[in-house]
């Protein structure tokens, strides 16, 4: 006879287990796009070509470093994705012993909430990526608008809406992600995974594996965050950008341009366009 000590156990393990099983279903449901853990953040630079020459310096030891604009207007770099806040220190320190960086912060993980009808189960977002527009009041029933044909957000607080927000804080800015390191066709998809690093997830490098992840999105069911691609086929992706609503997308068009705003209705886009993919 089982004593019930044991069969206590037994059910604590099952629960446990049915508790990693739920996370894993809610967080990394997609090949390749898990989420992301602790980071390094460093500087305060009032000029983006500071944060550049950061970025590169750190990308030149291998680091995948990023740069991006915080709420207040200056520049910081970020990188790593660390499994412990301790961990992150550490190389942190060692960072600074060889001088490569000076102050640092340590940023936190942000859990990530699909968009589905599933349990919300995320941390709060930073402040500065929930600043977003106040919601206009309804307009009066006869005086709505047609429908537009694309799924909008409905919560400030839709991590597909936050990513958007993100993407457009970069407009402007002029982004060489990796400088002479890298081949053609690397800037767009290390913007977008740049601000998806930001929104808590980590996604593929290239644009062509990025197509190859997440949930596949009609072109009349875009929403706020969602990835769309560009190229000859399914085969031959050659360019990215992050979907932000009113069919406009926010992109890096080519290596050291200023990243801008399209619309899916230009006429090259449009001849391009072979999908779009969904990761939260």
């Known amino acids: 006879m089982v004593s019930r000590s044991i069969v206590y156990l037994l059910i604590l393990a099952v629960l446990l287990l049915e508790a990693a099983v739920g996370c894993a279903t809610q967080v990394g449901a997609y090949r390749g796009v898990t989420p992301l853990g602790y980071s390094i953040q460093v500087g305060a ?50 960072l600074v012993r060889d001088h490569l960086i000076g102050a640092y ?20 977002p930073d402040a500065s990526l929930r600043r977003l527009p106040p919601t206009p009041p309804p307009l009066p029933r006869q005086q709505a608008p047609a429908p537009v044909h694309e799924a909008r957000t409905s919560h400030a607080d839709d991590m597909g809406s936050i ?40 996604i593929p490098r290239t644009s062509r594996e990025q197509y190859q992840t997440g949930e596949p999105v009609g072109r ?3 929403r706020d965050g969602d990835l769309v691609f560009f190229g000859d086929s399914a085969d031959s992706i050659h360019h990215v950008g992050i979907y932000v609503g009113n069919g406009r997308f926010v992109h890096a068009p080519k290596r ?13 886009y449009a001849r391009e366009f072979v999908g779009a993919k969904r990761y939260f």
Request: contains cysteine; aromatic residues 12%.
């Open 45 to 94: 630079f009032s000029d983006v070509r500071n944060a550049e020459r950061l970025t590169m310096k750190l990308q030149r030891k291998g680091i995948d470093a990023f740069y991006f604009k915080k709420d207040n207007g200056l520049y910081a770099v970020r990188f790593g994705d660390h499994p412990t806040a301790d961990a992150a220190r550490r190389e942190a320190h060692r």
């Open 105 to 124: 912060f340590i940023a936190e993980p942000r859990r990530v909430a699909r968009h589905v009808s599933e349990p919300s189960w995320h941390r709060e």
């Open 163 to 202: 990513a958007a927000r993100t993407a457009e804080r970069f407009v402007g800015i002029p982004y060489r992600w990796g400088g002479d390191t890298v081949v053609d066709g690397m800037d767009c998809s290390g913007f977008v995974r740049a601000v998806y690093n930001l929104c808590g997830v980590n």
């Open 220 to 222: 009349d069911e875009l």
């Open 256 to 268: 050291g341009d200023d990243i801008k705003i399209s619309s899916l209705a230009e006429a090259y």
